[in-house]
């Protein structure tokens, strides 16, 4: 069986250091933020090229903090994707907010930058978008929209450890932005993790604040705030983790080309980098249109394969009351029909690639056969 992703696999590869933090966690008994915390946040913040970074429960909380600290609340309009996880739009409706979607970029998956200003109200207060499958939004020209009117700028980082934009890494564009280290991610925890990332001293001192019940010092609670704490064993075992992220990114990145060749011609659509992105392959998305035939196939020949989302969240139940319907984000809705999401990560052997891509191939060509 050729698995989508192998947890199991990359801890082999570091157990040694991984038991070791672990140990130390337990000989410590600071299992909840402490020593390895901190060292990890000024770490990430070192990686993301922010200054500080704030590490939390998870990255829907990370995402509900940058907003609440950047005085987003009910009233206010944010304008986001709905090509993306559940948790961006879940985060601004936490905030009290309402999330206003954009299409996508036929190209990038992400926010299609020409489509923002025809969304944006006397209401809006921020532009949230989603670096999709690990590569960033087309920042420049978000940026330039925020500041032309007064808007602030949260990145859904969650899928874009290390990527780049112009050499900027993710979360270091716009005022603050927002990891998920959820234990399938390019860095992952083993359990729940998240961080906000900030240059901002002030939106992190509230941030801190507000993920240990608002309490400025124990028991003095300045804010309303939340248990959003990091947990000390998450703070160790990703500050071991980061030091292999940028091996692991090189070796997704290598994966992705190879994929590409392997797979031109195919008929299927392979991801575009695009000009001035480092992509870092959380997701390797392909295209194809008759996508779930391919996907019955790929698990018959026991290869494991992921979609990216099949359901665009203006077109779900839970978010019915936004108003939305089918047909209003066009892109946004025919990726949702098509996309499969191959295997990726770090230690998938060459072979293993080359298994999926033939086998991929050969399904296609059935497909093609079946219909003329
Ligand atoms: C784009 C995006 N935003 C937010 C999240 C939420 O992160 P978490 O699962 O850590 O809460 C995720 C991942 O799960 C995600 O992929």
Redesign the pocket.
């Known amino acids: 069986m050729i698995p989508f992703v192998d947890l199991k696999a990359q801890y082999h590869s570091i157990k040694g250091e991984i038991d070791s933090a672990i140990q130390n966690i337990l000989e410590s008994s600071q299992f909840i933020l402490g020593k390895e915390v901190t060292a990890f946040e000024e770490d990430f913040a070192v990686y993301c090229q922010t200054r500080y970074a704030i590490g939390v429960n998870?990255?829907?909380?990370?995402?509900h903090l940058a907003l609440l600290a950047a005085g987003i609340g009910p009233g206010d309009e944010v304008i986001t994707v709905s090509m993306?996880?559940v948790?961006?739009v879940a985060?601004i409706i936490y905030s009290g907010a309402k999330p206003v979607f954009v299409d996508v970029d036929p190209l990038s998956y992400c926010m299609d930058t020409g489509k923002i200003e025809a969304a944006i109200t006397k209401q809006t207060k921020a532009i949230m978008p989603?670096h999709?499958y690990g590569q960033m939004a087309d920042m420049n020209p978000i940026l330039e929209i925020a500041k032309r009117h007064n808007l602030l700028v949260i990145e859904?980082a969650?899928?874009a450890h290390g990527a780049e934009y112009k050499g900027r890494r993710a979360g270091s564009l716009g005022d603050l932005g927002?990891y998920?280290?959820?234990p399938g991610?390019n860095l992952g925890a083993y359990g729940?993790?998240?961080a906000v990332v900030t240059s901002n001293p002030e939106y992190t001192r509230t941030i801190r604040m507000l993920r240990d019940w608002g309490a400025e010092k124990k028991y003095e609670h300045v804010l309303k705030g939340y248990n959003y704490r990091m947990e000390g064993m998450q703070g160790a075992i990703l500050r071991v983790k980061l030091r292999h992220l940028e091996d692991w990114t090189e070796a997704r990145r290598a994966h992705a080309a190879e994929y590409n060749r392997l797979l031109a011609g195919s008929g299927v659509i392979t991801p575009t980098e695009m000009p001035n992105a480092r992509h870092v392959y959380h997701v390797y998305a392909i295209r194809a249109t008759n996508r779930d035939t391919l996907q019955q196939s790929l698990q018959k020949a026991d290869i494991q394969s992921g979609i990216h989302y099949p359901n665009p969240i203006h077109l779900l139940p839970a978010y019915s009351d936004l108003g939305y319907k089918p047909g209003d984000f066009p892109i946004t809705e025919k990726i949702a029909n098509e996309e499969l999401s191959l295997p990726i990560f770090a230690e998938l052997r060459e072979e293993q690639e080359v298994t999926v891509a033939n086998t991929l191939k050969k399904c296609v060509d059935a497909i093609v056969k079946e219909t003329k």
């Open positions: 998870s990255g829907t909380s990370a995402l993306t996880f948790a961006t985060a989603v999709l859904d969650a899928q927002c998920s280290f959820y991610k729940e993790g998240g």
